[in-house]
């Protein structure tokens, strides 16, 4: 079954692209994800020989990642050729839902915001399985369904105020409770997924408009309205946002390519203590 065209994945290049000689002005965003995803790294207490940056951006994750973890072999993927060439090292161009790599060959995929624009994100999710080898580690970050709440209500409301008709300019993100599921669907085992938020404050919105725009994160969505965005509803969007804190909701998920030392779920009727015990109830299983 053919995927659903959520995204114009050309748009998403092209946005990029543009984005990549001034990223370093907008990478806030990206900056404080790649912490957040070196401090789970962290916890890991394992090494990577073989790392994929999926995601690289102009090489801020491999920055963060490169010397650590018992990594020897770096590689960062991008989906914007300028990207890919700003980002240095061993670094090449590759779409997110057709990885270049061979089966089994990596210890980790890091990716830091960029599954939120593919069109088939469980695909994508099982690219990324395939690659890795037994025992390896997916990390990833995307943007989650709070993301950019009040840009998506203020549009709305303004284009419904002026009876024209609305059309979307935020994509719909993943939601959290959907991340074990998707890992599942792809093969991933102990997966796991949670959500933190940054909020932003803007003092002006307008700041918010040029943030995305640098960090190629503009309106992708294929079902976008395609005349240019008209003064009035744009000023009223403004006024509705004049105030309000940003969400930018971080979905981030984890998950292992399966092998037999890792820990499975005991099989149903094999548990040796009993529910009512554990909760200090009576218990009417006598032996």
């Known amino acids: ?24 002005d907008h990478a806030f965003l990206y900056d404080e994800v790649g912490d957040r995803l070196v401090e789970r790294l962290e916890l890991m207490q394992r090494t990577f020989q073989r790392t994929l940056v999926l995601g ?3 090489g801020g994750m491999a920055a963060r990642l490169n010397g650590r973890f018992g990594i020897e072999t770096l590689v960062q993927s991008e989906f914007s050729e300028r990207m890919a ?12 839902e057709l990885l270049p790599f061979a089966d089994g060959s990596l210890d980790l995929v890091v990716s830091p915001l960029t599954l939120h624009s593919t069109n088939d994100l469980p695909g ?3 690219q990324i399985r395939r690659t890795l080898k037994p025992d390896g580690l997916l990390l990833a970050a995307l943007f989650g369904l ?18 024209q008709g609305t059309s979307p300019h935020v994509a719909p993100f993943t939601e959290v409770r959907d991340g074990g599921s998707l890992l599942q669907r792809a093969g991933f085992a102990l ?30 969505l294929e079902s976008r309205a395609r005349h240019p965005l008209r003064r009035h509803i744009l000023f009223e969007t403004i006024q509705r946002l004049t105030g309000q804190a940003i969400p930018f909701e ?12 890792q820990q499975k779920p005991l099989s149903p009727g094999t548990g040796r203590v009993s529910l009512a015990k554990t909760l200090g109830g009576r218990d009417d299983n006598r032996t």
């Open 85 to 96: 060439r700003a980002a240095g090292g061993l670094a090449v161009m590759a779409d997110e």
């Open 146 to 163: 709070g993301t950019l709440a009040p840009l998506r209500d203020g549009f709305l409301a303004a284009e419904s105020a002026a009876g």
């Open 124 to 126: 994508a999710l099982a």
């Open 1 to 24: 079954m053919t995927a659903p065209l959520i995204f114009d994945r050309r748009l998403v290049r092209a946005r990029r692209d543009r984005a990549a000689a001034g990223f370093a």
């Open 250 to 261: 971080i979905v981030f998920l984890t998950g292992w390519a399966p092998h037999e030392s």
């Open 191 to 220: 997966p796991v997924a949670d959500a933190e938020t940054v909020i932003v404050s803007y003092e002006n919105p307008l700041r918010l408009f040029a943030d995305l725009r640098g960090m190629g994160e503009s309106n992708p």
């Open 56 to 58: 690289a951006r102009t």
